[in-house]
C-alpha cells in the first residue's frame, strides 16, 4: 500500500522565481492538504482540496496556489518567491467521510530553499 | 492565543523508562480530534495516535498511550518502554469539526517537543 509521495526532495530557487511542488495521496483517499513548516516551528496550514476545488485555506497569500487532478495528486505551486519561503513543504491526504474527523497522513516532503 | 501548546521544548528519558509529553488545547467546538505525530530529522510526519472529543477511553496504540483530560483540555502522550529509535520530535495537532459535523478541517499544530532517548 503506497503512501504518500512527494517531489522533488529538495529544491533550490532564486528570490523571484515559481516553484511546482507535487504530491500523490495514499492509496484510496481523496483529500490533500498543504502545510509549510518553517526551521524549528510546527507546520502551518495551506490549503486544502478536495473534488479538484480549494475548499479551506489558511493564512497565505495568493502567491501560493494548488491544483487537484482528477486522480486526486495535487500542485502546490509559490510565485515570486521570497527568502521567507524557505521551508519544509508536507503534503498530507486523508479520505473525507462525513461526520468522522479523519487521520492525515504525511509524506515525506519538500525542503526548499530560497537564495 | 494559542490553540496547542507544547511547553516542553525538550526532554531527556532513558531507554526501557516512559516518559510523558504534555499538551494543552483550546477550542470552543464540542467535536474534535487530538493527534500526536512524530518527526525524525529526515522531516517525514509520522502519525501515532489519535483521540476523539467524545471518546471516553484513552487511545492506545502499542507503547504510545494519550492521556486524554477533556475538563483540563489536555492530550498528553505517554510512550512506554522507550527506544532509541524514539529520538524525535513530536508535535501535538487538533482538527476541529466546523457545524455539522463534516470530516474536513486543517490540523493545527503545537511548536513541538524534541524527545532525546539516552542510552
Known amino acids: 500500500d503506497a503512501g504518500v509521495t512527494q517531489s522533488p526532495t529538495h529544491l533550490i530557487k532564486t528570490r523571484g522565481q515559481q516553484v511546482t511542488l507535487r504530491c500523490s495521496p495514499k492509496?484510496?483517499?481523496?483529500?490533500v492538504s498543504w502545510y509549510q513548516q518553517a526551521l524549528g516551528q510546527g507546520p502551518q496550514f495551506i490549503f486544502q482540496?478536495?473534488?479538484?476545488?480549494?475548499?479551506q485555506r489558511g493564512n497565505f497569500p495568493d502567491r501560493f496556489s494548488g491544483h487537484q487532478f482528477p486522480n486526486y495528486s495535487s500542485e502546490l505551486n509559490v510565485n515570486a518567491l521570497l527568502l521567507g519561503d524557505s521551508a519544509l513543504y508536507l503534503c498530507a491526504s486523508s479520505l473525507d467521510r462525513t461526520g468522522f474527523l479523519e487521520t492525515q497522513y504525511f509524506g515525506p516532503g519538500t525542503r526548499l530553499l530560497v537564495l | 492565543a494559542q490553540k496547542i501548546t507544547q511547553t516542553q521544548p525538550g526532554m531527556f528519558v532513558q531507554e526501557k523508562e516512559a516518559v510523558t509529553l504534555d499538551c494543552t488545547y483550546d477550542?470552543?467546538?464540542?467535536?474534535?480530534?487530538l493527534f500526536w505525530y512524530k518527526q525524525p530529522s529526515s522531516g517525514e510526519m509520522i502519525f501515532l495516535i489519535y483521540?476523539?472529543?467524545?471518546?471516553?477511553q484513552n487511545a492506545t496504540e502499542g507503547r504510545y498511550s494519550l492521556n486524554f483530560q477533556k475538563a483540563r483540555k489536555s492530550a498528553n502522550l505517554v510512550i512506554s518502554a522507550s527506544q532509541l529509535g524514539d529520538s524525535a520530535m513530536y508535535f501535538c495537532?487538533?482538527?476541529?469539526?466546523?457545524?455539522?459535523?463534516?470530516?474536513?478541517?486543517?490540523?493545527?499544530f503545537g511548536q513541538g517537543t524534541i524527545l532525546t532517548v539516552h542510552p
Open positions: 495537532a487538533m482538527r476541529e469539526a466546523p457545524p455539522g459535523g463534516t470530516s474536513y478541517g486543517k490540523l493545527t
Open positions: 482540496y478536495y473534488e479538484e476545488e480549494e475548499r
Open positions: 477550542t470552543s467546538d464540542q467535536s474534535y480530534g
Open positions: 492509496s484510496g483517499h481523496d483529500t
Open positions: 483521540q476523539g472529543s467524545y471518546d471516553e
